[in-house]
């Protein structure tokens, strides 16, 4: 059974960093591209951040370049989004996701998600 | 960046009828066009990829079609199940975007 697994969520304040990670089973890893995709609450779906099977390519939206760092190890199944100079607007739950292919196309598996609330 | 441009933002219905949502981008994505179920509370669900291909195990009345910059999403007979918010999303090229989001509700 695929399972994408989430932690690191949590409260805080502007300015500050948090590390998100996605733990991943039921499948091989490193043979499918991974992305970050979050939803504010009572708002639409953002793509905040891909990387291909290998960690070769990445990419990121404009909100969030500069800022956020994503990465993968492939050794421990495990995905991760560093995410520095956190803004309010970053508030939102952030969903891990699979990829149909090696790249970045499109996701075929979400995780449930971790909250991020950004407040003072 | 590819806008994409969902049309309508929201929509009622009843089960049975037969609805079509379109999906329009700012630039020519080819079929690099994905489409997503999302019911309140829950994670998205992929329905279609690439424009027409059918995910595994979505029922086959829904469907996709277009290529270039207009796109749609058609169920064909609305089912209980169905009503849910519907995005569309490009892949052609980074940064990904998604449309605002179709609103599906019970008429």
């Known amino acids: 059974e695929v399972q994408l697994v989430e932690s690191g969520g949590g409260v805080v304040r502007p300015g500050g960093s948090l590390r998100l990670s996605c733990a991943a089973s039921g499948f091989t890893f490193d043979d499918y591209g991974m992305s970050w995709v979050r939803q504010a609450p009572g708002k639409g779906l953002e793509w905040v951040s891909g990387i291909n099977w290998n960690g070769g390519s990445t990419g990121y939206a404009d909100s969030v370049k500069g800022r956020f760092t994503i990465s993968r190890d492939n050794a421990k199944n495990s995905l991760y989004l560093q995410m520095n100079s956190l803004r309010a607007e970053d508030t939102a739950l952030y969903y891990c996701?699979?990829?149909?292919?090696?790249?970045?196309?499109?996701?075929?598996?979400w995780g449930q998600g971790t909250l991020v609330i950004v407040s003072s | 960046d590819i806008q994409m441009t969902q049309s309508p933002p929201s929509l009622s219905a009843s089960v049975g009828d037969r609805v079509t949502i379109t999906c329009r981008a700012s630039?020519?994505?080819?079929?690099?066009l994905n489409w997503y179920q999302q019911k309140p509370g829950k994670a998205p669900k992929l329905l279609i990829y690439?424009?027409?291909s059918l995910q595994r195990g979505v029922p086959s009345r829904f469907s996709g079609s277009g290529s270039g910059t207009d796109f749609t999403l058609t169920i064909s007979s609305l089912q209980p199940e169905d009503f849910a918010t519907y995005y569309c999303?490009?892949?052609?090229?980074?940064?990904?975007?998604f449309g605002q989001g179709t609103r599906l509700d019970i008429k």
């Open positions: 996701a699979r990829d149909y292919t090696t790249m970045v196309r499109g996701v075929d598996f």
């Open positions: 630039q020519s994505i080819n079929t690099y």
């Open positions: 690439v424009a027409s």
């Open positions: 999303q490009q892949s052609y090229s980074t940064p990904i975007t």
